[in-house]
């Protein structure tokens, strides 16, 4: 059974902090990404990667990073947390392929007070 | 204009009803169509894809791709209310056409409520 698997799924970080997302794939995919969705804002792409060391900015990449030093992991840093950045994070990833499933984890709600 | 729209809806349909979920788009590159489903709190899963134009059946579900009028519809026969969920419809080109690394772009979701 195939899997993505993200650290946490609920945590409660303060303003300035620096946040780590953790995600880990066990299906030898080459792509992963980070989304955050938002009511009414849908699914917005942070960051992707297609290989390990690469990444790529997505739609919305600003007061993030990212690391994938792993081809199972990619890890998602909120450099200094802000509470706009309180939302639901999902990690998913993806073989290289038309049409090809994302597999996505089960979300992180960060809260940011 | 945004590359996919989407009614965000909710969509509330008493059990048994017949349920049509539609998202139109704009990039004309777009050739793979998916649905995904996403119940409260969980990520979404893949439900249905379909390549270029025409129906695929699954069970209760059908999905319906009209690459001339760029509309896709996904139907739920029978509705149950396990159905209830955020249905997101997702599209993605053969070469690259947005959302990232060979990625997806999403439509905002519907929200369907099956009541009993």
């Known amino acids: 059974d195939v899997k993505v698997t993200q650290s946490s799924r609920y945590l409660v970080k303060r303003t300035g902090e620096k946040v780590f997302l953790e995600c880990v794939q066990d299906?030898?995919?080459?792509?992963m990404f980070w989304y955050r969705q938002d009511p009414g804002l849908g699914l917005r792409l942070i960051y992707f990667?297609?290989?390990?060391?690469?990444?790529e900015k997505g739609d919305i990449p600003e007061g993030y990073s990212v690391s994938r030093e792993k081809k199972e992991r990619f890890s998602l840093i909120l450099e200094s947390a802000s509470t706009n950045q309180t939302s639901m994070y999902l990690c998913?990833?993806?073989?290289?392929?038309?049409?090809?499933?994302?597999?996505f984890g089960q979300g992180t709600r960060l809260t940011v007070v | 204009q945004k590359e996919v729209e989407q009614d965000p809806g909710p969509l509330s349909v008493p059990e048994g009803a017949i349920v049509s979920l539609n998202c139109t788009y704009s990039?004309?590159?777009?050739?793979?169509f998916m649905w995904y489903r996403q119940y409260s709190r969980k990520g979404p899963e893949l439900l249905m894809y379909?390549?270029?134009?025409g129906n695929k059946e699954d069970g209760r579900f059908t999905a319906q791709v009209d690459k001339s009028s760029k509309y896709i519809s996904l139907f739920i026969r029978d509705s149950q209310p396990s159905d209830s969920a955020t249905y997101l419809c997702?599209?993605?080109?053969?070469?690259?056409?947005?959302?990232?690394?060979?990625?997806?772009?999403f439509g905002k979701g519907t929200h369907l409520i099956i009541q009993p």
């Open positions: 990039n004309s590159a777009f050739q793979y």
């Open positions: 998913a990833s993806r073989v290289t392929g038309g049409n090809t499933e994302a597999f």
């Open positions: 299906m030898d995919h080459e792509n």
């Open positions: 997702a599209m993605k080109g053969v070469m690259y056409s947005g959302g990232g690394a060979d990625g997806l772009t």
């Open positions: 379909t390549y270029s134009s």
């Open positions: 990667s297609y290989d390990v060391k690469m990444k």
